[in-house]
């Protein structure tokens, strides 16, 4: 596709290829092939430069900037010609290094081009300004093209999976992967956004549910899945203003013909703790705030709750504004959301008076009777209102006096899991599916300085998806060069966290070491002194670290069992058992759908 051609993107453009102008300015540009390399450098990681002498080990190189330098003579690294500058393909490079591959990705995202391929991949920077490149005609003008056809983009890789769908008659899947902030909800959603354009219904007739309420058409219900599931599941992190706590597998599914039939959405690891509990430079669920902005007075008023968040010790330990976050305007699509994907009055109230028990389990106060060890409630009026709002009796609830955080934890993951239920319930239209395409956005990689269980988790899942990954896409394409009979040298791919992954998935003995400390949630456990704990590979990698200093072998386990007991308490499901809606209703059809799966 020639630059003349670009014009079907329309304003995006610029934003996908570099101009035909500047390809030809670049090629005429003066290039010494035997001396042009990049250099290492403290601050800038690699600078470009020209190489004087190479003597032993030891290379000497004059940077751009005027600097000689001598460095190891692994610490240079070849430049390629500059007809390969902002290259779209980083696998088309005369030299493939890292030093050369950093430099394109940062060349095109100095010209706001973000989506670069490197052979089967396709790796995205994330922009964080919106750039017009995701727009109606753009989605058109990819739809059909194979992939060396078009510029990079997250729709190619769409477009194509849609294409292999229907010419191999194989399911697909989408993996996105990256750092907490690197962009993979945003691309999900475009992924998703692709494929409600190109094969859904197009009908925009809406259809009045039982309830007189007003409910999308497919397309807008899978679509609308995102706003309720970030409400209730993403939170203001330290790196990312709308990170996403959990993890979800969305499965997309096509009729014969390829036109949209039902989705389905499979989710992992929601972080339950945060319920309870944030750091200073965090948030809880967005819901909270939402709720809590007035901007729906009747809702504060059902709630009985107030409109500071402050007056609610759980969710108001670390800040409650972010600034590129207006909570009413959210509150507004969450609402919105709830009514298109069909949701019953009954239904959407329970959510919100169940979110506000939860706000209200903070304030349930507790002292010690006297002579013993065991506490009391210290009056009932918050139990009350919270109980009230469970359909619960409030005497049953004062019994987990105990457990209040747990139970906290517990009712907002079960109503969260409901709700993926009860989502799936609504885009399950019985049309007959013959394939699917999946996408999967997990919680991103993070490491803090008070790192969680479930913390331990997601970076364990990130880091066996990461393994399985490198395995799949250059193991085995390794291994189908040696049958092949190409001459090639075997590289190790990044498989070097292999061992901490087998040490924590013998389950039969680690896991249960660990969930043995967590019931105990002694600082002293004996798993802080046992053999596993001191497993040097473990005491490297038990948080994976990356980028950083690895924490202390004591702070990291330490924190590891700072995670509470779940809600295995026998007044807590006593409680449970004696309720009326919308605890009971939810609850039961969550018990009844997961026993069943
Ligand atoms: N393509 C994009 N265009 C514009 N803004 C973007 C794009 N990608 C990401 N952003 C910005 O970056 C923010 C973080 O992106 P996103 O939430 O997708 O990260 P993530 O990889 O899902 O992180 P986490 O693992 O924490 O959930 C978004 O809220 C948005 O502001
Ligand atoms: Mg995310």
Known sequence: ????????????????????????????????????????????????????????????????????????????FPMNPPKFDKIEDMAMMTHLNEAAVL????????????????????????????????????????????????????????????????????????????????????????????FATIAGSGDRKKDISPSGKLHGNLEDQIISANPLLEAFGNAKTVRNDNSSRFGKFIRIH??????????????????????????????????????MSNKKPELIETLLITTNP????????????????DDSEELMATDSAIDILGFTGEERIGIYKLTGAVMHYGNMKFKQKQREEQAEPDGTEVADKAA???????????????SIGALAKSVYEKMFLWMVLRINQMLDTKQPRQFFIGVLDIAGFEIFDFNSLEQLCINFTNEKLQQFFNHHMFVLEQEEYKKEGIEWEFIDFGMDLAACIGLIEKVSSNSYVLSQACTCKKKNHPLL?????????????????????????????????????????????????????????????????????
């Open 254 to 291: 096509f009729g014969t013909s390829g036109k949209l039939s039902s989705a389905d959405i499979e989710t992992y690891l929601l972080e339950k703790s945060r319920v309870t509990f944030q750091l200073a430079a965090e948030r809880s669920y967005h819901i909270f705030y939402q709720i």
């Open 103 to 194: 430099y394109n990705l940062k060349e095109r995202y100095a010209a706001w081009m973000i989506y670069t391929y490197s052979g089967l991949f396709c790796v995205t920077v994330n922009p964080y300004k919106r750039l017009p490149v995701y727009k109606q005609e753009v989605v058109v003008a990819y739809r059909g093209k194979k992939r060396q056809e078009a510029p990079p983009h997250i729709f190619s890789i769409s477009d194509n999976a849609y294409q292999f769908m229907l010419t191999d008659r194989e399911n697909q899947s989408i993996l996105i992967t990256g750092e907490s902030g690197a962009g993979k909800t945003v691309n999900t959603k475009r992924v998703i956004q692709y």
């Open 388 to 402: 009230y709002l469970m359909g619960l009796n409030s005497a049953d609830l004062l019994k987990v006096y105990n």
């Open 1 to 76: 596709m020639g630059y003349a051609e670009m014009a079907v993107f329309g304003e995006a453009a610029p934003y996908l290829r570099r101009p035909e102008r500047e390809r030809i300015e670049t090629q005429n540009r003066p290039f010494d092939a035997k001396t042009a390399v990049f250099v290492v450098d403290p601050k800038e990681l690699f600078v470009k430069g020209t190489l004087q002498s190479k003597e032993g080990s030891k290379a000497i190189a004059k940077t751009n900037a005027g600097q000689v330098v001598t460095v190891k003579d692994n610490e240079v």
């Open 310 to 325: 402050y007056d609610y010790p759980f969710i108001s330990q670390g800040e409650i504004c972010v600034a590129s976050i």
């Open 529 to 597: 002194n046992s053999q596993w704990a001191s497993s040097p590979s473990l005491k490297k990698n038990v948080c994976f670290p990356r980028h950083q200093t690895p924490p202390s072998k004591t702070s990291c386990m330490t924190n590891i069992l700072e995670n509470p007991t779940t809600s295995r308490n026998p007044s807590l499901s006593k409680a449970r058992q004696r309720h009326t809606f919308p605890w009971c209703t939810m609850l039961a059809s969550w018990t009844t759908a997961s026993q069943a799966g």
